[in-house]
Nanobody, 116 residues
Framework: QVQLVEAGGGLVQPGGSLRLSCAAS????????MAWYRQAPGKQRELVAA???????NYADSAKDRFTISRDYAKNTVYLQMNSLKPEDTAVYYC??????????WGQGTQVTVSS
């Protein structure tokens, strides 16, 4: 059974930092490129960052130089370190495989709100 449990969101001021975590089922974590997505109110879900099994990473332009994705195989966990947060980063953040579709299983996500 697939499980994705996101955590670490919260309310932060502009310029602040948060570290998100996602505990994933071993069945999907160990063999897949994993990714973080976000969905802001009234917008489609978008891919923010991805990390391959070998560690290669990719970022959306909006996340480059501010966000860092990493993965811990011992814990089946994917992380997203977010620095220099902006109000436009406000969204619900989800993790999944890099090719997940809207019809696949998704976790509950974690809310990130950037506001003064």
């Amino acid at each position: 059974q697939v499980q994705l449990v996101e955590a670490g969101g919260g309310l932060v001021q502009p310029g602040g930092s948060l570290r998100l975590s996602c505990a994933a089922s071993g069945s999907i974590f160990s063999i897949n490129t994993m990714a973080w997505y976000r969905q802001a109110p009234g917008k489609q879900r978008e891919l923010v960052a991805a990390i391959a099994t070998g560690g290669r990473t990719n970022y959306a332009d909006s996340a480059k130089d501010r966000f860092t994705i990493s993965r811990d195989y011992a814990k089946n966990t994917v992380y997203l370190q977010m620095n220099s947060l902006k109000p436009e980063d406000t969204a619900v953040y989800y993790c999944n495989t890099a090719w997940a579709s809207p019809y696949d299983y998704w976790g509950q996500g974690t809310q990130v709100t950037v506001s003064s």
